[in-house]
């Protein structure tokens, strides 16, 4: 599959999750609903490559040097060590690796780009298939794994891929969302990676993208 150097990279350690203690706190961005017209942001530039992103204010970039000191102050030691690792997967899965930070609401959100990958109906349900395996695979006994959304447009030389899913524990009745959204167009690809601790509707703000 096109995409196998990132699926690692889209799969996530719930154990982990909770030990970062995602924050269920709401701010406004957080509060966007499907038909909404309006999404106070800025624009952020991937100088790489000349994209630029658009994202709620509250979002920052961190280095990543930046970015483990905040989940240093979070984890233990061997779960930061563990966490680092798959940091270092994004990072040298190819192409470049770029980190934001919500600390209202405790969001992390990665971007990778790659080169142009073209993304047919199949490669999608393949994908959503990896992902929903890899997770479950982390899952701990009590965990449960729901896909929320999925989705995915396909024109000639424009791909858009969308997977939202939901991790419940009842036993701490806390719920952790992850998001992965795939842009490929003008002989480039963009794969965002929203960490949250609520369903957000982040579509819009993916849509503003401007590639090259």
Not at 113 to 136: C, H, V, W
Not at 157 to 181: A, G, L, Q, R, W
Request: glycine share 6%; net charge negative; with cysteine.
């Amino acid at each position: 599959m096109r995409f196998t150097p990132y699926i690692i990279c889209l799969l996530l350690s719930t154990s982990l999750l909770s030990c970062l203690e995602i924050g269920d706190k709401i701010v406004d961005w957080t509060l966007a609903e499907e038909g909404d017209m309006v999404f106070e942001g800025e624009h952020h530039i991937l100088e790489e490559e000349g994209i630029r992103i658009f994202l709620p204010k509250v979002f920052k970039r961190y280095s990543m040097a930046e970015y483990q000191q905040v989940v240093k102050k979070l984890l233990s030691e061997g779960d930061f060590n563990k966490y680092l690792g798959e940091l270092e997967l994004k990072r040298n899965a190819g192409g470049q690796l770029y980190i934001y930070f919500d600390d209202e609401s405790l969001s992390t959100l990665t971007v990778n780009t790659t080169k142009f990958e073209p993304m047919s109906r199949n490669d999608a349900q393949q994908l959503l298939g990896y992902i929903r395996i890899g997770n479950e695979k982390e899952l701990a006994v009590d965990e449960e794994f729901t896909k929320v959304s999925a989705k995915y447009l396909g024109i000639p030389e424009d791909y858009v891929f969308k997977s939202v899913h939901k991790i419940h524990s009842p036993k701490t009745d806390t719920e952790y969302f992850n998001s992965v959204y795939i842009v490929s167009r003008n002989n480039q690809t963009v794969i965002y990676h929203l960490l949250t601790g609520s369903d957000v509707y982040f579509d819009p703000f993916v849509e503003k993208i401007e590639l090259r």
